[in-house]
């Protein structure tokens, strides 16, 4: 009844209800998506308030690639509760697609992901630069190698994550920057564990992101191998939205992940390789 007086109210049909199902007139997707954009907005007035008090609480929505979670969450995590007990935070693991699409839609806050992303509607803050890290089983035409060139890589033998990753794409435009542009990967797989797991038993070399090694074992330390400088590595920010205003959980955010990521990683020359497709003669 309420849709039905709304529709005489703007005399237009805002669903077509001789399809079954029911389904959307054209004129309805445009009122639905700027009904959510109303309701988003509204929701955004405690914000205002919020931000004006220097309030420090409240839900905060976060999401975080996969090959970033499991080794950074657990650094910041209890601090972060601990330091900001009136924060609700929620956390969830995305793809950075999936990441702008919710960023864009205000469905999350804030998110870590790996840039540059080149996106004219998020704001991206540098939190550190991650360095690649070689992992070369014994059979490796590289394992006698103790400093790796990114010139001597063959995208042939590297085990890569599979479709979605930014981590892999990162390797790609690696391999690509330096002029190996031969695409054909013997195997793809979802987590670094299982690439380690492959490369030990002789399927190729792997490369990890440094935090990723901190906590291997000491037979398993024996594979890594660190690249010379200036030292391939990703850049991992902390973006949210241009217009968003959790401006105080964001920068709270980003200062305690800054203390303790610097305890962590001390690399300083480092040549920044993009998860996004390099575009030609940049």
Not at 154 to 182: A, P, Q, R, V, Y
Not at 184 to 198: D, E
Request: charged share 25%; aromatic share 8%; proline share 4%.
């Amino acid at each position: 009844m309420q849709i039905q007086k709304l529709e005489e109210e703007l005399d237009t049909k805002i669903f077509n209800r001789n399809k079954k199902p029911i389904q959307l007139t054209e004129i309805g997707h445009k009122i639905i998506e700027q009904a959510k954009i109303i309701v988003d907005e509204s929701n955004r007035i405690t914000d205002i308030v919020d931000q004006q008090k220097g309030y420090i609480g409240g839900d905060f929505k976060l999401g975080i690639i996969p090959t970033v979670m499991p080794t950074l969450l657990p650094l910041f995590l209890k601090t972060f509760i601990k330091r900001y007990p009136k924060v609700n935070l929620k956390i969830e693991e995305l793809t950075t697609e999936e990441i702008i699409k919710k960023l864009t839609d205000g469905h999350i806050d804030v998110a870590i992901a790996a840039t540059p992303l080149e996106n004219e509607i998020i704001k991206e803050r540098v939190l550190y630069y991650e360095p690649f890290v070689g992992f070369v089983p014994t059979e490796h035409r590289l394992y006698d190698t103790k400093i790796l060139d990114v010139e001597n890589l063959n995208i042939e033998d590297i085990l890569l994550l599979e479709d979605g990753h930014c981590f892999k794409e990162s390797i790609i435009n690696l391999c690509s920057t330096f002029g190996n542009k031969n695409q054909h990967f013997q195997l793809h797989s979802g987590s670094f564990n299982t690439l380690i797991k492959l490369s030990k038993e002789g399927l190729g070399m792997t490369l990890l992101p440094y935090l990723q090694t901190l906590d291997l074992n000491s037979e398993d330390k024996i594979y890594l191998r660190e690249f010379k400088e200036p030292v391939p590595a990703r850049e991992v920010s902390i973006i949210y939205h241009k217009s968003q205003l959790k401006i105080q959980l964001i920068d709270a955010l980003k200062n305690i992940i800054d203390g303790i990521v610097r305890g962590v990683i001390a690399f300083n020359d480092v040549k920044i390789i993009s998860p996004i497709q390099q575009k030609k003669g940049a």
